[in-house]
C-alpha cells in the first residue's frame, strides 16, 4: 500500500521558475524523505527531514513538514532543463521498536522546459 | 563497486517461468529492501533484510516471491511460476542504518509474456 500521495500528479513549468510540490500522508512518521527519479533510473535521495522539523534546505531545495496536517512541501527555486524528473516522497512510519521501511507515493512528474 | 549493483537489468522470460535477481549492494550497509515499481506508480515496498534475516516480509504478494541474503550482503529476490502481472521493475535498495537514506540501484527490469 502507498502511504504518501503527491500532488500533482504532473507539472510542466519555464527555466528559472520556482515548482512546488506536495506530500499528503495518512499516519505518524519518524522521518520523511524526497527522492528523485529520472527516466529508466534508479531513485536517488534529495533531503531527510524528522518529525520534529519544520523546514529543511539543501541548495535549491526547500522542503517543509507539518505533522498537525500530514502533509510536506518540496520547493525547487530557479529551475533547470536537468530538474526535468518524477520527484517522490516517501514516509517512515512511526511503529513501536523503531520502523524500517519507507512508504512511497505515487510521485509528481516534473517538466522544464528550457 | 561504489554504488548498489542489480543484474540483469533487463529480463523477459514465459509466464510459469522461475526467475531470479540479483542485488549487491553497498558494502558496509546492513539494511537492505527490495521495491517493485510499476509504470507510472510509486516504488511498493516488497522485504527488508536487516543483516541476514529478513526484518519484515509484509510486502511480499505471495508466497511464489521469496528473498534470501545468506550472508548478509548479496540478496537474491526469486519468482517462482512468473505471471504476467509480475511485470515491473524491481528496485533494490541499501542503508548504513536501519533508519535514514536509501541508496537504490538501477532496477531490474522484469517483462512476463
Known amino acids: 500500500s502507498q502511504q504518501g500521495e503527491e500532488d500533482p500528479q504532473a507539472l510542466s513549468i519555464q527555466e528559472g521558475e520556482n515548482a512546488t510540490m506536495n506530500c499528503s500522508y495518512k499516519?505518524?512518521?519518524?522521518?520523511l524523505q524526497w527522492y528523485r527519479q529520472n527516466s529508466g533510473r534508479g531513485l536517488v535521495h534529495l533531503i531527510l527531514?524528522?518529525?520534529?522539523?519544520r523546514e529543511k534546505h539543501s541548495g535549491r531545495l526547500r522542503v517543509t513538514l507539518d505533522t498537525s496536517k500530514k502533509s510536506s512541501s518540496l520547493l525547487i527555486t530557479a529551475s533547470r532543463a536537468a530538474d526535468t524528473a518524477s520527484y517522490f516522497c516517501?514516509?517512515?512510519?512511526?511503529?513501536?521498536?523503531?520502523?524500517?521501511?519507507?512508504?512511497f507515493g505515487k510521485g509528481t512528474k516534473l517538466t522544464v522546459n528550457p | 563497486g561504489a554504488g548498489v549493483s542489480q543484474t540483469p537489468s533487463n529480463k523477459v522470460t514465459e509466464k510459469g517461468k522461475y526467475v531470479e535477481l540479483r542485488c549487491d549492494p553497498i558494502?558496509?550497509?546492513?539494511?537492505l529492501y527490495w521495491y517493485r515499481q510499476s509504470l507510472g506508480q510509486g516504488p511498493e515496498f516488497l522485504i527488508y533484510?536487516?543483516?541476514?534475516?529478513?526484518?519484515?516480509d509484509s510486502g511480499l504478494p505471495n508466497d511464489r516471491f521469496f528473498a534470501v541474503r545468506p550472508e548478509g550482503s548479496v540478496s537474491t529476490l526469486k519468482i517462482q511460476r512468473t505471471e504476467r502481472g509480475d511485470s515491473a521493475v524491481y528496485l533494490c535498495?541499501?542503508?548504513?542504518?536501519?533508519?535514514?537514506?536509501?541508496?537504490f540501484g538501477e532496477g531490474s527490469r522484469l517483462t512476463v509474456l
Open positions: 535498495a541499501s542503508s548504513f542504518r536501519r533508519t535514514g537514506e536509501l541508496f
Open positions: 499516519t505518524s512518521i519518524n522521518n
Open positions: 527531514i524528522r518529525s520534529n522539523e
Open positions: 516517501a514516509t517512515e512510519p512511526l511503529r513501536q521498536g523503531g520502523s524500517e521501511k519507507l512508504v
Open positions: 558494502s558496509g550497509h546492513t539494511a
Open positions: 533484510f536487516q543483516g541476514t534475516g529478513a526484518a519484515d
